[in-house]
């Protein structure tokens, strides 16, 4: 059974930044595509960046690009997410996932394990 644990969610002011990282455990960590999602009150879920499984390639969505970074330790098991210049409207909960392959993806449907979330809250 795959466990996927973020951490590192919090309180930034606007401008500031953040790392939010995921620890992957119950499956090949190596063989997939990971990807962070979030999801703000009364939004729906949506894409925010994924990586495939080399750390070759990467996807962002319009809203991050620029001040986003995916980022992944195939021997530490764990991606991480490096967000900048945050802005109010990045408050939301980040969630990790796991891809049901090695290869990127920009759509939740490809994505077939899912963390908790972290909460991220930029004040203005």
């Known amino acids: 059974q795959v466990q996927l644990v973020e951490s590192g969610g919090g309180l930034v002011q606007t401008g500031g930044s953040l790392r939010l990282s995921c620890a992957a455990s119950?499956?090949?960590?190596?063989?997939?595509?990971m990807g962070w999602f979030r999801q703000a009150p009364g939004k729906e879920r949506e894409f925010v960046a994924s990586?495939?499984?080399?750390?070759?390639?990467?996807w962002y969505s319009g809203s991050v690009k620029g001040r986003f970074t995916i980022a992944r330790d195939n021997a530490k098991n764990t991606v991480f997410l490096h967000m900048s210049s945050l802005k109010p409207e990045d408050t939301a909960s980040y969630f990790c996932?796991?891809?049901?392959?090695?290869?990127?993806?920009?759509?939740?449907?490809?994505?077939?394990?899912w963390g908790q979330g972290t909460q991220v809250t930029v004040s203005s």
């Open positions: 119950g499956r090949t960590f190596s063989n997939y595509t």
């Open positions: 990586i495939t499984w080399s750390g070759g390639r990467t």
């Open positions: 996932a796991m891809g049901v392959g090695p290869y990127g993806s920009t759509w939740s449907g490809d994505f077939d394990s």
